[in-house]
C-alpha cells in the first residue's frame, strides 16, 4: 500500500478517541452530567426518549453552507508533476507565480 495511505490511515486511528464523544452528540447519547445516580435510578433513560437532539441540526446547517472556493498548494508543485506523471499547471498553481 502507498505509504502516504498508510500514515493517513495510521493518523485516523490514532486521532479516533477525539472523534468519539462529538459524533456521540451528534447522534443524540448525551452525557447527563446534571444527573445523579438517585436520578437516573428513579428515571433511567426516560428523558432520553423525548429530548430533542439540536447537534444534526446545527452541524449539517453550517456544513450545506460551506463551499469549496478553491484547493491550493503553497509548498510547491504536486508530485506526480515533479515526477512527469500529470500535466503541468501554470506558474500560479505551482506557488511560483507572482
Known amino acids: 500500500m502507498n505509504k502516504d495511505i498508510e500514515k493517513a490511515i495510521d493518523d485516523l486511528r490514532r486521532s479516533a478517541s477525539r472523534y468519539e464523544k462529538p459524533e456521540r452528540y ?11 445516580d438517585k436520578f437516573e435510578n428513579a428515571f433511567g433513560s426516560l428523558f432520553r426518549e423525548f429530548a430533542l437532539n439540536l447537534c444534526p441540526v446545527v452541524c ?30 501554470d506558474a500560479n498553481a505551482c506557488g511560483r507565480g507572482a
Open 60 to 89: 449539517d446547517a453550517v456544513r450545506d453552507k460551506l463551499r469549496i472556493t478553491s484547493f491550493s498548494r503553497t509548498a510547491g508543485c504536486l508530485p506526480a508533476v515533479r515526477r512527469g506523471l500529470a500535466p503541468k499547471p
Open 26 to 36: 451528534y447522534n443524540g447519547d448525551h452525557d447527563l452530567r446534571f444527573a445523579t
